[in-house]
């Protein structure tokens, strides 16, 4: 009878243990998805993962075509929008993009324009990144608010209050203060390695691809306007489209412009930072995945003003980020640029919200005859 007791008892027992372990890992799931859940719906998280992604992804290109040697800025992008098209379809395939357009001819030809002008701006981006220091690169940035601003005025209806045009005045002055000190710091012999002359070369490039990126970034935004809602695009057919379309524009420029010879490219990919390249591209093309994502984060979590704000006090980190990671001449010129530059962002960004609040009090006594598509372009403009 004892022997007997203790068999059942013990039946008892691993019939009582078993089911410990899976309750126990339904409990550190419940855990796990909890504190996922708690950091997804936390603002604080979100506008940190956009300004790191934002950031991060700035630092990442200057780093990659920072070298003496680099002259291969078509391969590079060419190789973001592999990355970063494989990211997207691999994302439809498990179920996270049900809703991703699919790739219409009709609808490629009429996006086509948007992509040429896509890989005008992150072409431009490079160069400028390539021959001009980061603080200076994201101060002169600030001159794309106002030709877009203009090509809203003239295109889409838009408004320019007199807050700002204060910040447009700051705006310009910022990027004349910052290329004054950097100019005055080539002269000097600040921040840079390599003779006078050709720091000042340097700098000259730099300004007119800077200027040249002005313009495809502005007419990028205002392409983008003008087509993403009358082809019902999303935030993520819009990146798919964008670079799936300019990749075999990236890579018929590559193989015309650029020296694929093995000479050259052991230049460009020397053995003892080709790791830290490969792994920065990795980066970039991903890169893009993540502000998508962090900035649609953003702004569902917190506000439209909030994100745009946040956008406009990033460039104080990012300017600084150049500083500290590159070696970016400090100057009074330069850090009076980049405090300038913060304030017309600041400027912008309440001159902005004033303006949709007036919008919104001003009440139409009248409605005026309007096709669907003027109406859709009204719209996107007061976005």
Same mark, same amino acid.
């Given at each position: 009878m004892s022997a007997m007791d203790d068999k059942e008892s013990g039946k008892r027992e691993s019939f009582l243990l078993k089911p410990a372990a899976p309750?126990?890992?339904?409990?550190?799931d419940r855990g796990m998805g909890s504190f996922f859940s708690q950091l997804e719906s936390n603002p604080g998280a979100a506008v940190l993962a956009y300004c790191f992604s934002s950031i991060s992804m700035t630092v990442v290109?200057?780093? /990659?075509?920072?070298?003496?040697? #680099?002259?291969? *800025?078509?391969?590079?992008?060419?190789?973001?929008? /592999?990355?970063?098209? &494989?990211?997207?379809?691999?994302?439809?395939?498990?179920?996270?993009?049900?809703?991703?357009?699919?790739?219409?001819?009709?609808?490629?030809?009429? #996006?086509?324009?948007?992509?040429?002008?896509? !890989?005008?701006?992150?072409?431009?981006?490079?160069?400028?990144?390539?021959?001009?220091?980061?603080p200076v690169y994201t101060i002169f940035k600030n001159l794309t608010i106002i030709v877009i601003a203009y090509g809203e005025v003239r295109w889409f209806g838009g408004s320019v209050t007199p807050l700002l045009l204060?910040?447009? $005045?700051?705006?310009?002055?910022?990027?004349?203060?910052?290329? =004054?000190?950097?100019?005055?710091?080539?002269?000097?012999?600040? $921040?840079?390695?390599?003779?006078?002359?050709?720091?000042?070369?340097?700098?000259?490039?730099?300004?007119? #691809?800077?200027?040249? *990126?002005?313009?495809?970034? &502005?007419s990028y935004v205002l392409g983008t306007r003008k087509f993403i809602t009358s082809l019902n695009f999303k935030d993520w057919d819009t990146m798919f489209y964008n670079n799936l379309l300019s990749l075999p524009i990236m890579v018929i420029c590559s +193989? !015309?412009?650029?020296?694929?010879?093995?000479? *050259?490219? &052991?230049? *460009?990919?020397?053995?003892?930072?080709?790791?830290? +390249?490969?792994?920065?591209?990795?980066?970039?093309?991903?890169?893009?995945?993540?502000?998508?994502?962090?900035?649609? =984060?953003?702004?569902?979590?917190?506000?439209?003003?909030?994100?745009?704000? /946040?956008?406009?006090?990033?460039k104080l980190p990012l300017a600084i980020s150049g500083i500290f990671f590159f070696g970016a001449p400090v100057t009074f010129g330069s850090v009076s640029a980049i405090l300038l530059g913060f304030f017309s962002g600041l400027i912008y960004g309440y001159g902005k919200m004033k303006q949709r609040e007036q919008s919104k009090q001003v009440l139409p006594t009248t409605r005026p005859a309007m096709s669907a598509s003027s109406q859709s372009q009204k719209d996107v403009s007061n976005s």
């Open positions: 309750i126990y890992r339904a409990r550190a290109n200057k780093y /990659v075509v920072s070298g003496s040697s #680099w002259n291969l *800025n078509f391969l590079y992008l060419a190789i973001q929008s /592999v990355i970063c098209t &494989a990211a997207i379809l691999g994302l439809k395939q498990m179920g996270m993009l049900p809703n991703l357009a699919a790739l219409e001819i009709g609808k490629a030809k009429r #996006w086509l324009p948007v992509s040429i002008a896509f !890989v005008g701006m992150i072409f431009t981006s490079t160069k400028s990144l390539q021959f001009l220091s980061v204060l910040s447009f $005045g700051f705006m310009v002055l910022s990027s004349i203060v910052a290329a =004054w000190a950097d100019i005055q710091a080539a002269l000097n012999g600040v $921040g840079h390695s390599v003779e006078t002359d050709v720091a000042i070369s340097t700098l000259h490039a730099g300004y007119v #691809w800077m200027g040249l *990126n002005v313009f495809c970034t &502005a +193989l !015309v412009t650029e020296d694929w010879t093995p000479a *050259n490219l &052991a230049k *460009n990919f020397p053995a003892e930072s080709r790791n830290n +390249l490969m792994i920065g591209m990795l980066y970039s093309g991903l890169g893009a995945i993540f502000i998508s994502y962090s900035s649609a =984060w953003c702004i569902r979590k917190t506000s439209s003003t909030t994100y745009s704000f /946040v956008g406009y006090l990033n």
